[in-house]
Nanobody
Framework: QVKLVESGGGLVQAGGSLSLSCAAS????????MGWYRRAPGKQNVLVAG???????YYPDSMKGRSTISRDNAKNTLYLQMSSLKPEDTATYIC?????????????????WGKGTLVTVSS
């Protein structure tokens, strides 16, 4: 059974930083493209970043500059470092996995989704 378990969310003040982790199990982690999506209350999922099995990263234009995605294949763990957080960054951050980078970018048909970890940024 594949599990993606996010951690590290919480309450942070605007301008602060936060690091999220996603522990993966039940899949050949090093062979999967991984990514982070976020879902704000009442809004659709938005891609934050993706990383290929070899560490190549992708950030949508709207997300460039304040987030860094990385992975540790030896630990089967995905990370997201966020800085200069704003209240509009408040959302549930969700770890995703798929063999195909285009699926991660498209946000449809992704093989696996975690349950997410809530990040709340106070003003």
């Amino acid at each position: 059974q594949v599990k993606l378990v996010e951690s590290g969310g919480g309450l942070v003040q605007a301008g602060g930083s936060l690091s999220l982790s996603c522990a993966a199990s039940g899949l050949p982690f090093s062979q999967y493209v991984m990514g982070w999506y976020r879902r704000a209350p009442g809004k659709q999922n938005v891609l934050v970043a993706g990383v290929s099995s070899d560490g190549t990263t992708y950030y949508p234009d709207s997300m460039k500059g304040r987030s860094t995605i990385s992975r540790d294949n030896a630990k089967n763990t995905l990370y997201l470092q966020m800085s200069s957080l704003k209240p509009e960054d408040t959302a549930t951050y969700i770890c995703v996995a798929d063999r195909n980078f285009s699926m991660i970018v498209a946000g449809r048909g992704i093989d696996y989704w975690g349950k997410g970890t809530l990040v709340t940024v106070s003003s």
